[in-house]
């Protein structure tokens, strides 16, 4: 069973606003921090966002801070991220991942559990 289900991806205009919501499947996920990855064609998984378990303390990459928005439904277990101005360089597929850590956690090999992705694609 995949533990994590990411949903709302699809096709936006440039400036456009998507809202990606990841849901906690079979297991529940408060205190864990959660995170946000993507991957476009050719390119490493690279980190988005992150949001702690313990604290509403959130972190963002430079390429996106200011127009990405992480937060999280402990009631629902659910994270969700807000996608405002978007541009093509925002192509890819999102990933939502939990991770045991306090600390940080920024790249991948910190989270210990994935979901498959949704695939968000940013028309010019």
């Known amino acids: 069973q995949v533990p994590l289900v990411e949903s709302g991806g699809g096709l936006v205009q440039a400036g456009g606003s998507l809202r990606l919501s990841c849901a906690g499947s079979?297991?529940?996920?408060?205190?864990?921090?959660m995170g946000w990855f993507r991957q476009a064609p050719g390119k490493e998984r690279e980190f988005v966002a992150a949001?702690?378990?313990?604290?509403?303390?959130?972190y963002y990459a430079d390429s996106v801070k200011g127009r990405f928005t992480i937060s999280r439904d402990d009631a629902k277990n659910g994270v969700y991220l807000q996608m405002d101005s978007l541009n093509t360089e925002d192509t890819a597929v999102y990933s939502c991942?939990?991770?045991?850590?306090?600390?940080?956690?920024?790249?991948?090999?910190?989270?210990?559990?994935w979901g498959l992705g949704t695939q968000v694609t940013v028309a010019s």
């Open positions: 079979g297991r529940r996920f408060s205190g864990y921090g």
């Open positions: 949001i702690k378990g313990t604290s509403p303390t959130t």
């Open positions: 991942a939990a991770t045991r850590l306090v600390i940080p956690a920024l790249v991948p090999s910190d989270y210990d559990f």
